[in-house]
């Protein structure tokens, strides 16, 4: 039997859902106590920055080599 990929059609900019994933993972970073999991939520802040940043940088009409 074959799988078949679901597929979903974003609402909003990825650049807005990683916007409002990282303010989230902050306000529950701030609720955590230091130890393994916060430093994953704080990795994943990290990714998600990460992944904005890299966005802005595609967008940009800065020469590509």
């Not at 994933?21 to 920055?49: C, W, Y």
């Amino acid at each position: 039997m074959i799988k078949r990929r679901r597929r979903v059609k974003q609402t909003q900019a990825l650049e807005e859902r990683l916007a409002k994933d990282t303010s989230q993972l902050r306000e529950q970073a701030q609720m955590l106590p230091p130890g393994p999991v916060r430093e994953r939520v704080m990795r994943r802040i990290r990714q998600n920055e990460a992944a904005a940043h890299l966005c802005e940088m595609l967008r940009s009409p800065a020469p590509r080599f």
